[in-house]
């Protein structure tokens, strides 16, 4: 699977990056139809403590491309809920799909 990182108004991190592809990774074991992520990193002004860094992940597969977005104090935060929704939506996709 390809993963495609972007940063806005966030310093590039190998660390995040290692993170993201840790996790999606094994996304990937559990559905192999995933073809490609679009991983954006961007860092907003608010005025609560315990948001701002925002995760938005987009997997393109087979059918419409699914996407997820989550907003914490911290990235690691951001990516696991991001994660875990799209966990939750490929799980509902792969119930729809039927084999012929």
Known sequence: MQIIYEYHDVAGSSR???IVK?????LKEKYDMLIRADVFFKEENTSSDETGKICNIRLSLPGPRIFAEASHDNFENSISESINDLNKQL???KEKMRTY
């Open 91 to 93: 799980r509902k996709r």
């Open 22 to 26: 840790e996790k999606l990774d094994s």
């Open 16 to 18: 995040l990056e290692a």
